[in-house]
Structure formats: C-alpha cells, structure tokens
Nanobody, 125 residues
Framework: VQLQASGGGLVQAGGSLRLSCAAS????????MGWFRQAPGKARDFVAA????????YYGTSMKGRFTVSRDNSKNTVYLQMNSLKPEDTAVYYC???????????????????WGQGTQVTVSS
C-alpha cells in the first residue's frame, strides 16, 4: 500500500489543522492506520491510531482530548483533526499502515510496515 499525507502547514497556537492520509489499493479497511510525529533531533512519537472498522481508536497521552483520528474507508483516507495546537506539537507528521499489527505494538513505530512521506506542521507561539 502507498500512503500520501497532506494538510500540514503553519498555524498559530490554539488553532486547528486537519491532516489527511490517502492510501492506494482496495484492501484499505484491513489496515490499522497510525499517525506518528517527529520533531528535529527527537524520536518518532505515537500520535494516534484507528482500527480498520473505525470503531476503535488509540491516542498518545498528550493528544487525548485535542486530537481526533477518523477514517473513511470509502475514500481510502484516514484523518487527524488537531485542535488547541501548541508550539510543542510542531513536527513532521507521518501516517503509517499495517494489516497485521498486534494491539501491544500499535503505539510503536516498529509495528507498522508502510509509511507515508510526512507533512510538516508548525505551530507558532
């Protein structure tokens, strides 16, 4: 599967952005989709994930209540709605996919086989 992330940009603190990740192929609903982010000089951190049906979601600790992950299987697209953005949310955001990831690995970048190219999010203070 090929992934194409988009929607990043420059926003002021307190603002919102919605990221999209479009996937190729006809088996999109079989994939757990994840979002990760990486700031310069830092490790790639887990942001959120959503199971194939869209019924189960997972979030990184600092994202709960501010970020919402969703998917539209008819459009082969996963979204990340980001509200109340903070300067520390500045990073390159990546989408990832895997058809066989186990629950204990959902928050680990090592658990995902497929990755998109990343989209830059910059939050100014």
């Amino acid at each position: 599967v090929q992934l194409q992330a988009s929607g990043g940009g420059l926003v002021q603190a307190g603002g919102s952005l919605r990221l999209s990740c479009a996937a190729s192929g006809s088996t999109f609903r079989r994939y757990v989709m994840g979002w990760f982010r990486q700031a310069p000089g830092k490790a790639r951190d887990f942001v959120a994930a959503i199971r194939g049906s869209g019924g189960t979601t997972y979030y990184g600790t600092s994202m709960k209540g501010r970020f919402t992950v969703s998917r539209d299987n008819s459009k082969n697209t996963v979204y990340l709605q980001m509200n109340s953005l903070k300067p520390e949310d500045t990073a390159v955001y990546y989408c990832a996919a895997d058809p066989n990831i186990i629950v204990s690995s959902i928050s680990s970048a090592l658990g995902y086989k497929y990755w998109g190219q990343g989209t830059q999010v910059t939050v100014s203070s």
